[in-house]
């Protein structure tokens, strides 16, 4: 997918924007120089862009400013001056940088409806369902998530949850090119933290739970919880769908500014809310209640928890006006979101699935969905990524093994992390559930051939934590790696006789 978007700004109208016009020297011709883009990666820099280095954890963006120049950059702003480019020095960049990129690409989030999905687990699935129910309803639509970015002429693979605010600008830019009308958009607690979507106005904002996670960045529960609700302000979005299911959802909508529905799956007084629940191996059935409206739903992504994510589309569509029945047809149509509970059949005579689940709570809600399914094994490879919260990592292990018969632990990304050390703190945890065997196999895709091969007719496999990601990254060293592609080449390789006949497993490999 192409953005596709032609903007024009003279470097002099830019210093008058940020108000540094009269602290910097700017020639008359450097005044007047076309500035047609906005980065703040030095190494995507185009010709004619304008380069933002940012302070980072790590480095400062000023350090590239000479990759920056020599890819075309006619400037630069930050909070430093540069020698290798002319730069317009603002206090911090960062804080900037969203309203900046939203007035330079003519406020391109007030031309569309912009639905933004935060919270801990659902937000990708909730995004997916949004877009399929604006389909419905007869929308042209775009969607920006952690899995891909996607527009009416294409997609491309996301790299992150929520894009850097240039980016993020740019592509709504492009998506209005397009006569795209409605957005769905994961907004994480990074992006809000990190002023990523400052700049961008929210038709509707969706708040969807709040579990642990992310506790290497946020200092504590409470501030995840407080950068979260920055995404409610009034001065951000028009209307709110909030989740009422755990404590922080009732906290924030007891005290949101902006009118709000809220929806439920196990209390009745919300405003939309979910009876009847059944969930198998095909799908996932329910009854939504909305006022005097009370209507059965089959969808065809797969466990309970997409009850939550459906309800939280439907509360957000229709605080947003949108046609609640055509909404429902156009969800109930999507019939998958890519590493969500992803179901893996090559002709085994068990179920095999690859799952994003990577913290307690959303286990919580996979394992007894698994449980459902069978009344043989359940078989799990699990792991957990480096450089993230340390305090999830034996849970992590815990819970797996509290629910499944076989834990087989791995890697999955260590990055700079002794991945030796991850994998025992998730062991340890299994090891403490005293229910399952566990196994430690280090190569990830080693652990997903055992766990095949500990399966019988009628159990399940599913290999959890990574969902769609396709690389794992060992010291900044990136593999390409796709569970859902080992897995199907090892139950491929596995295929015949012995799945379906537990008396011949042991000559399965």
């Given at each position: 997918?192409?953005?596709?978007v032609l903007?024009?700004?003279?470097l002099?109208?830019?210093?008058?924007?940020?108000?540094?016009?009269?602290?910097?020297?700017?020639?008359?011709?450097?005044?007047?120089?076309?500035?047609?883009?906005?980065?703040?990666?030095?190494?995507?820099?185009?010709?004619?862009d304008?380069?933002?280095?940012?302070?980072g954890?790590t480095?400062?963006?000023?350090?590239?400013?000479?990759?920056?120049?020599?890819?075309g950059?006619?400037?630069?702003?930050?909070?430093?001056?540069?020698?290798?480019?002319?730069?317009?020095?603002?206090?911090?960049?960062?804080?900037?940088l969203?309203?900046l990129?939203a007035?330079f690409?003519?406020?391109?989030?007030t031309?569309?409806?912009?639905?933004?999905?935060?919270?801990?687990n659902?937000?990708?699935?909730t995004?997916y369902?949004?877009?399929?129910?604006?389909?419905g309803?007869?929308?042209l639509?775009?969607?920006?998530?952690?899995?891909e970015?996607?527009g009416?002429?294409?997609s491309?693979?996301?790299?992150?949850?929520?894009p850097?605010?240039?980016?993020?600008?740019r592509?709504?830019?492009g998506?209005?090119h397009?006569?795209?009308?409605a957005?769905?958009?994961?907004?994480?607690s990074?992006?809000?933290?990190?002023h990523?979507?400052?700049?961008?106005?929210?038709?509707?904002?969706?708040?969807?739970?709040?579990?642990?996670?992310?506790?290497?960045?946020?200092?504590?529960?409470?501030?995840?919880?407080?950068?979260?609700?920055?995404l409610?302000?009034?001065e951000?979005?028009?209307?709110a769908?909030?989740?009422?299911?755990?404590?922080?959802?009732?906290?924030?909508?007891?005290?949101?500014?902006?009118p709000?529905?809220t929806?439920?799956?196990?209390?009745d007084s919300?405003?939309i809310?979910?009876t009847?629940?059944?969930?198998?191996h095909?799908g996932?059935?329910f009854?939504?209640?909305?006022?005097?409206?009370?209507r059965?739903?089959?969808?065809?992504l797969?466990?309970?928890?997409?009850?939550d994510?459906a309800?939280?589309?439907?509360?957000?569509?229709?605080?947003?006006?949108?046609?609640f029945?055509?909404?429902?047809?156009?969800?109930?149509?999507?019939d998958?979101v890519?590493?969500?509970?992803?179901?893996?059949d090559?002709?085994?005579?068990?179920?095999?699935?690859?799952?994003?689940?990577?913290n307690?709570?959303?286990?919580?809600?996979?394992?007894?969905?698994?449980r459902?399914?069978t009344?043989?094994?359940i078989?799990a490879?699990?792991?957990a990524?480096g450089?993230?919260?340390?305090?999830k990592?034996?849970?992590?292990?815990?819970?797996a093994a509290?629910?499944?018969d076989?834990?087989?632990v791995?890697d999955e990304?260590?990055?700079?992390e002794?991945?030796h050390?991850?994998?025992r703190?998730v062991a340890?945890?299994?090891r403490?559930a005293?229910?399952?065997?566990?196994?430690v196999?280090?190569?990830?895709?080693?652990?997903?051939?055992?766990?095949?091969a500990?399966?019988e007719?009628g159990?399940?496999?599913?290999?959890?934590?990574r969902?769609?990601d396709?690389?794992?990254n060992?010291?900044?060293?990136?593999?390409i790696f796709?569970?859902?592609?080992?897995?199907?080449?090892?139950?491929?390789?596995?295929?015949?006789?012995e799945?379906?006949?537990p008396?011949s497993?042991?000559?399965?490999?």
């Open positions: 997918m192409s953005d596709g903007a024009h700004r003279p002099g109208e830019i210093a008058r924007y940020l108000g540094v016009a009269r602290s910097v020297t700017l020639t008359p011709a450097r005044q007047l120089q076309t500035v047609t883009g906005i980065s703040q990666d030095s190494r995507r820099v185009r010709p004619g304008i380069y933002v280095a940012l302070p954890l480095h400062h963006g000023g350090a590239f400013a000479g990759e920056a120049a020599a890819r950059a006619v400037a630069m702003i930050s909070d430093r001056p540069s020698e290798a480019l002319p730069t317009l020095v603002v206090g911090e960049p960062r804080r900037m969203g309203p990129a007035w690409y003519q406020e391109p989030s031309l569309l409806d912009v639905y933004a999905v935060t919270g801990t659902g937000k990708t699935s995004a369902l949004l877009d399929a129910g604006l389909a309803a007869g929308h639509t775009g969607m920006i998530s952690g899995v970015v996607r009416p002429d294409g491309r693979a996301a790299r992150r949850t929520t850097e605010a240039s980016q993020l600008q592509t709504l830019a998506f209005v397009r006569q795209v009308r957005v769905a958009m994961e907004v994480s990074h992006a809000l933290a990190l990523r979507i400052d700049g961008t106005f929210v038709r509707v904002a969706v708040f969807t739970n709040l579990g642990r996670d992310h506790l290497d960045f946020h200092p504590s529960m409470e501030a995840y919880f407080e950068a979260k609700k920055t409610f302000d009034p951000r979005c028009r209307a769908a909030i989740g009422i299911d755990d404590e922080y959802g009732r906290r924030l909508a007891a005290g949101v500014a902006v709000h529905v929806f439920s799956t196990r209390d919300a405003d809310y979910a009847d629940i059944e969930a198998d095909e996932t059935s009854t939504v209640h909305r006022e005097e409206t009370v059965r739903v089959r969808l065809k797969l466990g309970e928890h997409q009850v994510n309800l939280a589309a439907l509360a957000a569509l229709s605080v947003g006006g949108v046609e029945d055509s909404a429902l047809t156009g969800m109930e149509e999507l998958t890519p590493g969500r509970l992803t179901r893996v090559v002709g085994q005579g068990f179920l095999a699935f690859v799952d994003y689940v990577h307690s709570a959303g286990q919580r809600r996979l394992f007894p969905y698994l459902s399914l009344s043989g094994k078989i490879v699990v792991g990524t450089g993230r919260d340390r305090g990592r034996m849970p992590l292990g815990f819970l509290s629910f499944a076989i834990v087989v791995t990304s260590p990055f700079f002794d991945a050390e991850l994998r703190a340890e945890g299994a403490n005293k229910h399952a065997l566990v196994e196999i280090a190569h990830r895709g080693e652990a997903i051939k055992a766990a095949v500990h399966a007719a159990d399940v496999v599913v290999i959890a934590g969902g769609h396709r690389v794992i060992r010291g900044g060293i990136e593999e796709e569970d859902r592609v080992i897995l199907e080449q090892a139950l491929t390789a596995r295929s015949g006789p799945v379906v006949c008396a497993r042991s000559g399965a490999g």
